[in-house]
C-alpha cells in the first residue's frame, strides 16, 4: 500500500483514502493515465505538428509562388515597353525614310546602272525592312542584284556540293523563271542528288546486311528449272548452313512454287563468295522468280542485292 503526506497535518495517510483520519482533510489523489492514453496523446501531439509543419511549407510555396508571378509580371511589363518603344522608333524611321524615299531610290537607280551591286544592295536594306520594295522597279533591282549574289556564291561552290548548288539554283530560277540555264541546272542537280540519296540508302541496307547476292539467273532445260549464282558473305563471322531459297511465279504474280538448297560453301567464311543452285520441275506457266537467303530450319538472313 502506497501512503503520502497529509499537506494539513503531516501524517502519512493511504493514497486511497478520501481524506486524513487524524485531522479530516481531503486527499488529492494522483490522476493516473494509462499507457494507451499516453499513446493517444502523443498521436494528438504529432498530428498538430505536422500540420503545423505542412501550414508552414504550403506558406513558403504560396511565397516562393507570389514571388516569381511578381518578377514576371515586372519582366513582362518591361518587355512591352520595350517593344512599344521600339514600335515607336520604327515609325519615326519610317516617316522619315518615306520623306527622302525618292533620294533613296536616285542612289539605288545609280549604283544598279553602275553594276555597283554591293552598294546597291546596302542602299536597297531600308526598302526592305519598311516593306516598299513595291516603290517604281526597286524589286527589280532587287531581284538582279540577288541574282548577282547568288551567281558569285554559285561559282565557287564545287559541282560535287551537290545540295548547296541545287538550293542556289531552285532560288535563281525563283527568282528569274524564264532563265533557261536555271532551269536546266535544277533538273540536272535534282537527278544528281536523288541519285545520291540512292546511293546513300544501298550503303545503309549493305551496312545492316550479313550477305550480298552477286548475281544470278535461272533457265529451263530438259524439264527442270536451275537457278544459280553467287553470294558473298560481308558479315565479318562465318555463316552456317545457308541456304538459298527460290521461289517462281507465273505472269500474274501468283506462286507456282518454291525450293531450296545449301549454298556450296558450308561454312561460308567472311569475305568468302560461295557458288549456289537450286533445282526445281519445270512448269510452263513459270514467268518469274525470286531469290532470298536463310538458314536451314532457320531464320531469313538480311541480303543486300544492288540490282533490286
Keep these: 500500500m502506497s501512503l503520502t503526506k497529509c499537506k494539513e497535518c503531516g501524517n502519512q495517510v493511504s493514497t486511497k483514502a478520501d481524506k486524513c483520519p487524524n485531522c479530516g482533510a481531503p486527499i488529492k489523489k494522483k490522476t493516473?493515465?494509462?499507457?494507451?492514453a499516453s499513446i493517444v496523446i502523443i498521436i494528438i501531439v504529432l498530428i498538430f505538428i505536422g500540420k503545423i509543419s505542412n501550414f508552414f511549407d504550403e506558406r513558403s510555396k504560396e511565397e516562393k509562388r507570389q514571388g516569381k508571378a511578381k518578377i514576371e509580371d515586372v519582366f513582362e511589363k518591361?518587355?512591352?515597353?520595350?517593344?512599344?518603344?521600339?514600335?515607336?522608333?520604327?515609325?519615326?524611321?519610317?516617316?522619315?525614310?518615306?520623306?527622302?524615299?525618292?533620294?533613296?531610290?536616285?542612289?539605288?537607280?545609280?549604283?544598279?546602272?553602275?553594276?555597283?551591286?554591293?552598294?546597291?544592295?546596302?542602299?536597297?536594306?531600308?526598302?526592305?525592312?519598311?516593306?516598299?520594295?513595291?516603290?517604281?522597279?526597286?524589286?527589280?533591282?532587287?531581284?538582279?542584284v540577288q541574282i548577282n549574289e547568288i551567281e558569285k556564291k554559285v561559282r565557287k561552290l564545287p559541282a560535287s556540293k551537290i545540295s548547296e548548288n541545287l538550293k542556289l539554283y531552285k532560288k535563281l530560277s525563283g527568282l528569274d523563271p524564264t532563265n533557261p540555264r536555271y532551269k536546266q541546272k535544277v533538273v540536272y542537280y535534282n537527278a544528281k542528288y536523288k541519285k545520291k540519296k540512292e546511293e546513300e540508302k544501298r550503303q545503309r541496307l549493305k551496312a545492316n546486311s550479313d550477305l550480298e547476292l552477286l548475281n544470278w539467273r535461272w533457265s529451263s532445260e530438259h524439264g527442270y528449272v536451275t537457278a544459280e549464282g553467287q553470294v558473298k558473305n560481308i558479315s565479318g563471322k562465318k555463316l552456317e548452313n545457308v541456304e538459298a531459297l527460290v521461289t517462281w511465279y507465273d505472269k500474274n504474280?501468283?506462286?507456282?512454287?518454291?525450293?531450296?538448297?545449301?549454298?556450296?560453301?558450308?561454312?561460308?567464311?567472311?569475305?568468302?563468295?560461295?557458288p549456289f543452285k537450286v533445282m526445281e520441275r519445270y512448269n510452263p506457266a513459270m514467268q518469274k522468280a525470286s531469290i532470298e537467303f536463310k538458314f536451314m530450319w532457320g531464320n531469313r538472313i538480311s541480303t543486300y542485292n544492288q540490282k533490286r
Excluded at 533613296?104 to 546602272?113: C, D, E, M, P, S
Excluded at 554591293?118 to 533591282?141: N, Q, R, T
Excluded at 504474280?253 to 560461295?274: A, R, V
Design 32 to 36: 493516473e493515465v494509462g499507457c494507451f
Design 78 to 144: 518591361d518587355r512591352k515597353e520595350k517593344k512599344r518603344i521600339a514600335a515607336a522608333q520604327k515609325e519615326k524611321q519610317q516617316e522619315k525614310f518615306l520623306e527622302t524615299i525618292e533620294d533613296h531610290y536616285q542612289k539605288v537607280a545609280i549604283l544598279y546602272k553602275a553594276k555597283n551591286y554591293e552598294g546597291a544592295a546596302k542602299e536597297l536594306d531600308p526598302f526592305i525592312s519598311h516593306g516598299k520594295l513595291d516603290y517604281k522597279d526597286v524589286e527589280h533591282i532587287y531581284n538582279k
Design 253 to 274: 504474280g501468283d506462286m507456282i512454287t518454291s525450293d531450296g538448297s545449301l549454298i556450296e560453301y558450308n561454312p561460308i567464311l567472311p569475305g568468302q563468295t560461295s
